[in-house]
């Protein structure tokens, strides 16, 4: 697994989303050098890395167990996870699989599935699905890296057309993830996690949302942070769903300020308890 490992201290690993690698951390680093020791994972099959088969085991679980994998081969001691969407999902499949390797986790608008069964959510996440079913469904004759971009602009709630706030540098992330798109879609199911799973999970969770993100992933991020023992929720005035890229100094105080409390927490010989709230 290929990762970029900088700073000292307090150890963090980062898992970044769909159709993105461990670059997409790369400016919320650089407000971090001095704070904890940041070591971002690119995630099987993501990055320029070779595919180990056709991407038949892409899924949230084959991405938790290699997270685990790696945590245990270095001997880390507990470590602070921060995800952003599908790595979200993927931090807290492994939070519940080996809750002893991780102490917490920042997630930014984790995409869990499942969550959304009420009456109120089911209708919005239904008109998600159709929404970028349709995107989708008009870029499928379209290269993969046009594909991908649509898919991204439309998560961050953008039109087709609209690719302000896309340097150079995101597009090249973006285009050299754009393989990973179709089996991601064949790996929703994989993200799903029940009432009694997000139970289990007691380590402290703060969940990051953006103000002015989708309202599906607004909800969604309530939701999450209701359903955890020890989650909380805040949110970035302005953000929207690629705001660890686009706002990432208010995505480094957020991990600080998680880091912080946790840390006052442990020296009161406490558990960080959550509270859902902006």
């Given amino acids: 697994m290929d990762y970029r490992d900088t700073g000292t201290g307090t150890p963090v690993l980062a898992l970044h989303?769909?159709?993105?690698?461990?670059?997409?951390?790369?400016?919320?680093?650089?407000?971090?050098?001095?704070a904890c020791r940041f070591?971002?994972?690119?995630?099987?099959?993501?990055?320029?890395q070779s595919w180990p088969d056709p991407g038949?085991?892409?899924?949230?679980?084959?991405?938790?167990?290699?997270?685990?994998?790696?945590?245990?081969?270095?001997?880390?001691?507990?470590?602070?996870?921060?995800?952003?969407?599908?790595?979200?999902?993927?931090?807290?499949?492994?939070?519940?699989?080996?809750?002893?390797?991780?102490?917490?986790?920042?997630?930014?608008e984790p995409s869990v599935s499942g969550l959304m069964s009420e009456e109120g959510d089911a209708r919005l996440e239904a008109a998600f699905v159709e929404d970028l079913n349709e995107v989708l469904?008009?870029?499928?004759?379209?290269?993969?890296?046009?594909?991908?971009?649509?898919?991204v602009r439309f998560v961050d709630?953008?039109?087709?057309?609209?690719?302000?706030?896309?340097?150079?540098?995101?597009?090249?992330?973006?285009?050299r993830n754009a393989r990973t798109l179709r089996p991601?879609?064949?790996?929703?199911?994989?993200?799903?996690?029940?009432?009694?799973?997000?139970?289990?999970?007691?380590?402290?969770?703060?969940?990051?949302?953006?103000?002015?993100?989708?309202?599906?992933y607004r909800r969604l991020s309530e939701r999450v942070a209701a359903e955890l023992p020890s989650g909380r929720l805040i949110e970035?005035?302005?953000?929207?769903?690629?705001?660890?890229?686009?706002?990432a100094a208010e995505m480094a105080l957020a991990l600080e300020w998680h880091l912080a409390a946790f840390k006052r927490a442990s020296r009161l010989g406490a558990p960080v308890v959550g509270a859902s709230g902006t």
């Fill in 184 to 216: 991601l879609l064949g790996a929703i199911a994989s993200t799903r996690m029940t009432l009694g799973e997000m139970s289990l999970i007691s380590q402290p969770v703060t969940i990051v949302r953006g103000s002015n993100s989708l309202l599906r």
């Fill in 157 to 175: 709630g953008r039109a087709p057309e609209d690719r302000s706030g896309f340097d150079g540098a995101v597009e090249r992330m973006i285009a």
């Fill in 56 to 108: 038949e085991n892409y899924d949230a679980q084959t991405h938790a167990d290699d997270l685990i994998a790696f945590v245990e081969l270095r001997n880390l001691p507990p470590v602070h996870l921060v995800g952003w969407s599908y790595g979200g999902a993927v931090a807290l499949r492994a939070m519940l699989g080996r809750p002893n390797l991780f102490a917490s986790a920042v997630l930014f």
């Fill in 17 to 34: 989303g769909a159709l993105s690698d461990s670059t997409v951390w790369d400016p919320c680093r650089e407000a971090l050098m001095t």
């Fill in 137 to 151: 469904l008009a870029g499928e004759d379209l290269p993969d890296r046009e594909r991908a971009m649509a898919f």
């Fill in 39 to 48: 070591v971002a994972l690119t995630l099987r099959y993501h990055g320029s």
């Fill in 236 to 247: 970035i005035a302005g953000g929207r769903h690629l705001a660890p890229l686009t706002r």
